[in-house]
């Protein structure tokens, strides 16, 4: 089963030619007014049907100047972005650890992060969070949460997963399908919780998404292109 994330419809596709026309020009021009126009009136219609993260995420384009708008637009316009993306989004963070790596001369940020936390004596939950920026502006997240029980040191249950995530790349979709959890063998004993994500922009890929705790909290996670 796959679980439709939220994100722009395919009508950008057809903008993606003149994209290619438009190249990486700054200054204004028809083409380029004509795909942040397209853009904001998608995001704007995913806000009115209550996107809180979409609402943010214009909120964010609309501060940018015109010479930024039009630098977010070509690069999201780029139909190998997103596989870029997740590309660059390999590398685990340590418990409590911020990493990020940059694409398009920093004009890209991929940052991931750990979290982990009780919410019992011996109920737990870690998580992995993949977020992804253009020019400060939120394009893409991906979440995996693990929810488990541990008695001592030794994790004795692991409940229901959870995954969330958006994407806001014009001509691109995002699913992910169900979570799957498990205790690893001793010694490690760690709780686990994954999903595959199948993201469709130009080309299809899929990426693997996991994270995994123990009586300490977050132990490991990372988001992994794998096709």
Not at 165 to 180: F, K, R
Not at 199 to 212: F, I, K, T
């Amino acid at each position: 089963m796959k679980t439709r994330i939220a994100g722009l419809t395919t009508t950008a596709l057809a903008a993606i030619a003149v994209f290619g026309a438009a190249g990486s020009a700054q200054a204004a021009d028809p083409a380029t007014d004509k795909l942040i126009a397209a853009y904001t009136a998608e995001m704007t219609a995913l806000v009115e049907k209550g996107d809180a993260q979409a609402a943010e995420t214009l909120s964010q384009f609309k501060a940018l100047t015109a010479d930024e708008q039009a630098r977010f637009i070509t690069l999201v316009n780029d139909p190998e972005l997103f596989k870029k993306i997740f590309e660059a989004s390999e590398t685990a963070p340590a418990p409590g650890e911020t990493r990020t790596r940059t694409l398009a001369g920093g004009d890209v940020v991929v940052k991931q992060e750990s979290s982990s936390s009780m919410t019992r004596a011996t109920t737990r939950w870690a998580s992995h969070t993949n977020t992804d920026y253009v020019l400060g502006v939120k394009v893409s997240g991906q979440k995996v949460i693990t929810n488990y029980v541990t008695s001592g040191t030794d994790t004795t249950r692991v409940n229901p997963g959870q995954a969330m995530g958006y994407e806001y790349i014009p001509g691109c979709s995002l699913t992910h399908g169900v979570v799957d959890e498990w205790i690893s063998a001793e010694p490690a004993d760690n709780a686990h919780s994954e999903t595959v994500w199948t993201a469709e922009c130009a080309s299809s890929w899929d990426g693997r998404q996991r994270v995994w705790g123990d009586y300490r909290g977050y132990v490991g996670g990372y988001l992994k292109l794998f096709n």
